[in-house]
């Protein structure tokens, strides 16, 4: 019989952020030498650069100090490190148009940041480029309640914005596991999907529009808040996604949801994968229009997490969980729905156990171990993650692969992701970066996912760690229009360069 079973409260959230790295071992090795890079030709910081950068920031916003400048250089992940000694901290579009305008002369290579939580390595530079780190513009322009369009500046932290606009009755239309320290505009660089794309959609469709920089200091107002507008080129839909290579996004307008009266999640154990797609299938028919999210991962994604960080898995050990969560208008409708289809699926025997809650402290108890999965991964240890698109038959199938192509040269392999977007994250956990078993891993995976005809990057883009693989999902044809608009848009590439798009 299903029961609902007593959830525990969980500690403070982690989410990454800068840090202070205080030990050499915990400093990874350059990104230039760990993948054997070349510099492009680029001209190299001069002091006179720096006084030119302090005149139009002030002293504060100029960091030059070698222990001020290196949790910029290093991602969250710790598997790229730069050599930037830079970093600009502009506060107004106008200062961002200075600092590109000044560049782009100087041919002085510049990497924009954000919140600095993305996993292919594009937030941080491989060189000396400049960063730009965009966390200073951060104020909330206007919002509108009753079109739910919000206008803020690129460096809003995700959950801050979320908080804000949940006062006035609406959401963010993304959430993610990095929300406490992910940026807006590093959202809309990476066009990041999340846990509740499957409802809302990706950015493509709700970002309103953007302001951005290109690489000579122009800047591109398509700050439009209309729902409809085809005048000509959808010019925002270049700066969605192009990871900072083609210009710096500096403001968004973004469509905000209205807040679900009604939210309940379900978290099942389920006995097997063939299980899950059944589970999904039945949930998006009999839930319909009221389900929000649908995520799953595999046992040593739960429960790696739960040991690691000492998080108490609410449901006892299963091959596979679910976590369901439904957003509606009216509770008891909402409730009455979950139930028959937890009846249902109970006695079908899809559903092995679980629990279902409508409290908020019980509901976040679950998603923090969902959102931890990830950061547990590198506590201690080395993390390789993929996250790959790929048809649901086949969605788990690479896991198993993966464990007996690894053996015993890796600590864990698992997978878990948002499975109702055919999202896969893989995660293979070892000790230390060893060389052997990254080729025992690249171009592998992205073989496998390309001769089911998926996508290499789902979700967290091309970065630095994926350009030279970019070919597995992108036709010669594709690739050519893309050089020709990044060329267009920045002759000169100072713009993130080593990032998205392969040598030639
Ligand atoms: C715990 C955890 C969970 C995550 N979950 C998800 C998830 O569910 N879905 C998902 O899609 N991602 C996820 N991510 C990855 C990451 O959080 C996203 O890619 C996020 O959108 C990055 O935002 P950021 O502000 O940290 O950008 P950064 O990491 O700073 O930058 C990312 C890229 O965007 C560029 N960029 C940043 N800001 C700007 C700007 N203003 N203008 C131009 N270029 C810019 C950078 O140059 C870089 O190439 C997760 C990460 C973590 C750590």
């Given at each position: 019989m299903f029961k609902v079973i007593k959830l525990y409260s969980i500690p403070a959230r982690h989410t990454p952020?800068?840090?202070?790295?205080?030990?050499?071992?915990?400093?990874?090795?350059?990104s230039s030498e760990k993948y054997k890079v070349k510099r492009k030709d680029f001209s190299t910081v001069q002091a006179n650069d720096v006084n030119y950068f302090k005149s139009v920031l002030g002293?504060?916003?100029?960091?030059?100090?070698?222990?001020?400048?290196?949790?910029?250089?290093?991602?969250?992940?710790?598997?790229?490190?730069?050599?930037?000694?830079?970093?600009?901290?502009?506060?107004?579009?106008e200062e961002v148009s200075q600092i590109l305008s000044y560049c782009n002369e100087r041919r002085l290579a510049v990497c924009p940041q954000g919140g600095n939580t993305g996993v292919v390595g594009g937030s941080v530079p491989v060189f000396d480029e400049i960063i730009l780190n965009l966390g200073l513009l951060n104020k909330v322009i206007s919002l509108d309640d009753i079109s739910g369009a919000l206008v803020c500046e690129t460096g809003c932290v995700l959950e801050k914005l979320d908080n804000y606009v949940r006062q006035h009755g609406l959401i963010m239309p993304l959430d993610l596991g990095?929300?406490?320290?992910?940026?807006?505009?590093?959202?809309?660089?990476?066009?990041?999907?999340?846990?509740?794309?499957?409802?809302?959609?990706?950015?493509?469709?709700?970002?309103?529009?953007?302001?951005?920089v290109k690489a000579d200091g122009t800047v591109i107002d398509c700050l439009k808040t209309l729902k409809k507008d085809n005048t000509g080129y959808h010019l925002k839909h270049l700066f969605i996604g192009s990871e900072g290579t083609l210009g710096v996004v500096t403001k968004v307008a973004i469509h905000c949801p209205a807040m679900p009266k009604a939210v309940t999640l379900g978290y099942f154990g389920v006995e097997n994968f063939e299980k899950v797609l059944q589970l999904y299938k039945s949930a998006k028919s009999s839930l319909g229009?009221?389900?929000?999210?649908?995520?799953?991962?595999?046992?040593?994604?739960?429960?790696?997490?739960?040991?690691?960080?000492?998080?108490?898995?609410?449901?006892?050990?299963?091959?596979?969980?679910?976590?369901?969560?439904?957003?509606?208008?009216?509770?008891?409708?909402?409730?009455?729905?979950?139930?028959?289809?937890?009846?249902?699926?109970?006695?079908?025997g899809l559903i092995l156990d679980g629990t279902i809650t409508s409290e908020p402290s019980k509901m976040q108890a679950v998603w923090n171990i969902r959102e931890n999965i990830a950061p547990?991964?590198?506590?201690?240890?080395?993390?390789?993650?993929?996250d790959v698109s790929l048809p649901m038959k086949n969605y788990y199938e690479i896991i198993p692969k993966l464990r007996q192509r690894l053996g015993n040269k890796v600590n864990l392999v698992f997978g878990f992701g948002h499975i109702g977007d055919g999202n896969l994250h893989i995660n293979v956990v070892m000790p230390e970066y060893t060389?052997?078993?990254?080729?025992?891993?690249?171009?592998?995976?992205?073989?496998?996912?390309?001769?089911?005809?998926?996508?290499?990057?789902?979700?967290?883009?091309?970065?630095?760690?994926?350009?030279?693989?970019?070919?597995?999902?992108?036709?010669?044809?594709?690739?050519?229009?893309?050089?020709?608009?990044?060329?267009?848009?920045?002759?000169?590439?100072?713009?993130?360069?080593?990032?998205?798009?392969?040598?030639?």
């Open positions: 952020s800068l840090v202070k790295y205080r030990s050499a071992s915990q400093i990874p090795q350059l002293e504060d916003r100029v960091l030059t100090e070698e222990d001020d400048v290196l949790s910029f250089n290093i991602d969250w992940i710790r598997n790229c490190r730069g050599q930037s000694k830079v970093v600009l901290k502009p506060k107004s579009t990095a929300k406490g320290s992910c940026h807006i505009g590093g959202n809309v660089s990476t066009n990041a999907g999340g846990l509740r794309l499957l409802r809302y959609g990706n950015l493509h469709g709700s970002v309103l529009g953007i302001e951005a229009e009221i389900l929000s999210a649908f995520e799953m991962a595999d046992f040593d994604s739960i429960s790696s997490t739960a040991r690691i960080l000492n998080l108490p898995n609410p449901i006892s050990d299963f091959p596979f969980y679910v976590i369901l969560e439904t957003h509606g208008s009216d509770e008891d409708h909402d409730k009455e729905k979950l139930h028959r289809f937890l009846t249902n699926e109970m006695k079908s547990a991964g590198i506590v201690g240890t080395y993390l390789f993650t993929f060389r052997e078993v990254a080729e025992l891993l690249e171009p592998y995976v992205f073989e496998e996912v390309s001769a089911l005809q998926g996508s290499i990057s789902a979700e967290h883009g091309v970065g630095f760690r994926k350009p030279h693989y970019i070919h597995y999902s992108k036709d010669r044809s594709a690739l050519g229009l893309m050089r020709q608009i990044k060329t267009l848009m920045d002759p000169n590439g100072i713009l993130n360069p080593y990032k998205v798009l392969p040598d030639e």
